[in-house]
Structure formats: structure tokens, C-alpha cells
Nanobody, 126 residues
Framework: QVQLVESGGGLVQAGGSLRLSCAAS????????IGWFRQAPGKEREFVAG????????LYADSVKGRFTISRDNAKNTVYLQMNSLKPEDTAVYSC???????????????????WGQGTQVTVSS
């Protein structure tokens, strides 16, 4: 079992940056791929970025490509989402999730992930 806790959200002006962290418990964290999702008010939850268990592959939604960077530090049991050039449309609750151990493909839908954090609010003002 993996327990995930997000942090780093907050209020930022458009054009600013935030770094989200997804801290995990459990010795097996390094075997799980991690995805970041977000949900804006009145909208469906959407995939933002993902990283394989090894960190060797990453995947981004088109809307954040070139602005967001996902990375992981398995020694610290943490995955990061560096968000630059933030826009008001990035405002949402951001959640991290873990999929199955040693999966080589990065999932882009919620159903592919088994463990979820509680989420952290990101608000970008114009």
C-alpha cells in the first residue's frame, strides 16, 4: 500500500511558479509510476503529467507541455511537479496518484491509478 500527501499549493500571480511535492510512505514507492491530475471547479479531473517508476520516461498534457516538469527523488520518496509560467486556467486542485508496480506505460486516465492523495489547491490570479 502507498499513502500519498501533496504539498506546495497556494496563490500565485499569472506568470509565476510553484513546485508541488507528492510525498509517499512505504518502502515500495520507488516501484510505482506517479501521475499528477487536476480538477477545476465544474470540470472533470484531467491528467497533467506522469513519470515511470524508474524516472526514465515522462509524459505531459499538451496544455502544460513546456511549462511543467515532473521529476522524482526515490531516496526521498517524493515526486515533484515544477510549474512555471502559470496561467489562470491552471487553477485547480492538484492530486498525485500511484499506479501499479513496475509499469512501463504512463497512464493518463484515473482508472489506471490505485492510490490517491488528498490534493492541494493551486490558484493563479490574473
Amino acid at each position: 500500500q502507498v499513502q500519498l500527501v501533496e504539498s506546495g499549493g497556494g496563490l500565485v500571480q499569472a506568470g509565476g511558479s510553484l513546485r508541488l511535492s507528492c510525498a509517499a510512505s512505504g518502502r515500495t514507492f520507488k516501484s510505482y509510476g506517479i501521475g499528477w491530475f487536476r480538477q477545476a471547479p465544474g470540470k472533470e479531473r484531467e491528467f497533467v503529467a506522469g513519470i515511470t517508476w524508474s524516472g526514465g520516461s515522462t509524459l505531459y498534457a499538451d496544455s502544460v507541455k513546456g511549462r511543467f516538469t515532473i521529476s522524482r527523488d526515490n531516496a526521498k520518496n517524493t515526486v515533484y511537479l515544477q510549474m512555471n509560467s502559470l496561467k489562470p486556467e491552471d487553477t485547480a486542485v492538484y492530486s498525485c496518484a500511484a499506479d501499479r508496480p513496475y509499469r512501463v506505460r504512463i497512464g493518463v486516465v484515473e482508472a489506471e491509478y490505485n492510490y490517491w492523495g488528498q490534493g492541494t489547491q493551486v490558484t493563479v490570479s490574473s
